[in-house]
């Protein structure tokens, strides 16, 4: 059971967290609970079924970070590795909703 | 070569068979729609407009000659069973062209994911599925189709998800180019 996200998604969710202005600890906190929800709870995975990303699981969220809300979309591959799971996280498209 | 010459030679390649003509400018068509929707730009130039045997574009023809000039396909013309008159579109046993890279990894990807959806079917099917597009259904005889309509419709479905990273990032696990989500957690923590 494990969860990973490519070199290239790393470093997109560190720039954006720099960009957004808000405590890395505090956004990140709410993506990794997502992410463990989804690795724990496999029920509440969404794979896509058609088009050029069918396969791959997509999991979209909302993240309340006053004075900001953020739609979150992650798609992710889920491998089974030694009889546990493999998340690998694909990309991350983060999207301002609300700025007061 | 043109990128319209290209896209279709490199659907015949990928396709690993003949493929008639007609079928072949409708996969083009399939695929340009899915990376309209997808990536946000058509990967031919193709300017298709409505046509009673489906979109067309005349600079079809001219891809296709410039593809038979240079010799990187061959046409061969028949009659089907049922009696209609068919070209056949096949690639030459020429090594693979030094300009394979001329496209993304999400255009190669689409035009893989076209082939594989629509190459199977009988054509009266992939006609019917051409048709029952948007850009078909809302365009009226001899006009020019509103592709540009289409644009990001998937991606903004999937909150702006890209195709190309998602691509890059599978690359990148397989080369071993990847950090942990307990890596992650450690280096935020320290930055209250």
């Known amino acids: ?100 | 070569m043109t990128t319209n010459a290209l896209v279709l030679e490199t659907i015949v390649r990928r396709s690993g068979r003949h493929v008639s003509r007609t079928r072949l400018l409708k996969l083009a068509y399939m695929a340009d729609l899915i990376a309209w929707r997808v990536l946000g730009a058509p990967i031919s130039r193709f300017n298709y407009h409505w046509h009673h045997h489906g979109p067309f574009d005349g600079e079809f023809y001219c891809a296709m000659e410039e593809l038979a000039s240079a010799r990187r396909v061959t046409l061969d013309s028949l009659t089907t069973n049922e009696g209609h008159d068919c070209v056949l579109v096949c690639a030459a046993t020429a090594p693979p062209s030094p300009q394979a890279s001329h496209f993304t990894r999400g255009q190669i990807h689409i035009l893989d994911y076209a082939i594989k959806q629509y190459l199977g079917l009988p054509l009266k099917d992939l006609l019917a599925v051409v048709y029952e597009t948007e850009p078909m259904k809302s365009a009226e005889r001899n006009d020019p189709l509103p592709m540009e309509a289409q644009r990001n419709r998937d991606k903004d479905d999937l909150g702006g998800i890209c195709l190309e990273t998602v691509l890059e990032s599978r690359e990148q696990f397989a080369r071993g180019e990847h950090v942990t989500l307990e890596a992650l957690k450690s280096e935020f923590a320290g930055r209250e």
């Open chain 1, 1 to 100: 059971m494990s969860i990973a996200f490519a070199r290239g998604v790393a470093d997109k969710l560190r720039s954006q967290i720099r960009a957004w202005g808000i405590a890395p600890a505090l956004v990140a906190k709410e993506i990794w609970s997502h992410l463990e929800d989804l690795d724990e709870f496999p029920g509440q995975r969404t794979r896509v079924h058609k088009g050029p990303l069918a396969g791959c699981y997509l999991h979209q969220f909302q993240i309340d970070l006053p004075p900001i809300i953020l739609s979150v979309s992650i798609v992710y591959d889920v491998e089974e590795k030694h009889g546990g799971h493999v998340i690998s996280v694909l990309d991350f498209a983060p999207k301002i909703l609300q700025e007061e």
